[in-house]
């Protein structure tokens, strides 16, 4: 079983920063790609950013240049750096992290319970 915990999430003022965490956890042979989905209401889910485990990144073009994707792979954490915040970036950010536990296990997708970020004034 795996377990995947957020934080950092929170209130803060348009142009303001936040750092959101993504640790993993449990009994697993392989972490592979981690990234970020975030929701607002009565939007559809999208795919913010993601990481490879060798570290390539990929992001959403319209948080390009202000958020920034990185993992720890000694720890198993995943950070989302959100700088240059906008009222529009406002949502339940998801993470996540494809994992193989064993071998010859085929990969399965874990996610975090999401948390909430708003940006206001």
């Known amino acids: 079983q795996v377990q995947l915990v957020e934080s950092g999430g929170g209130l803060v003022q348009p142009g303001g920063s936040l750092r959101l965490s993504c640790a993993a956890s449990?009994?697993?042979?392989?972490?592979?790609?981690m990234g970020w989905y975030r929701q607002a209401p009565g939007k559809q889910r999208e795919l913010v950013a993601f990481i490879t485990s060798s570290g390539n990144t990929n992001y959403l073009d319209s948080v390009t240049g202000r958020f920034t994707i990185s993992r720890n792979n000694a720890n198993n954490t995943m950070y989302l750096q959100m700088n240059s915040l906008k009222p529009e970036d406002t949502a339940v950010y998801y993470c996540?992290?494809?994992?193989?536990?064993?071998?010859?296990?085929?990969?399965?997708?874990?996610w975090g319970q999401g948390t909430q970020v708003t940006v206001s004034s």
């Open positions: 996540y992290t494809d994992v193989s536990i064993s071998s010859s296990a085929s990969r399965r997708r874990y």
């Open positions: 449990g009994s697993f042979f392989a972490i592979y790609v």
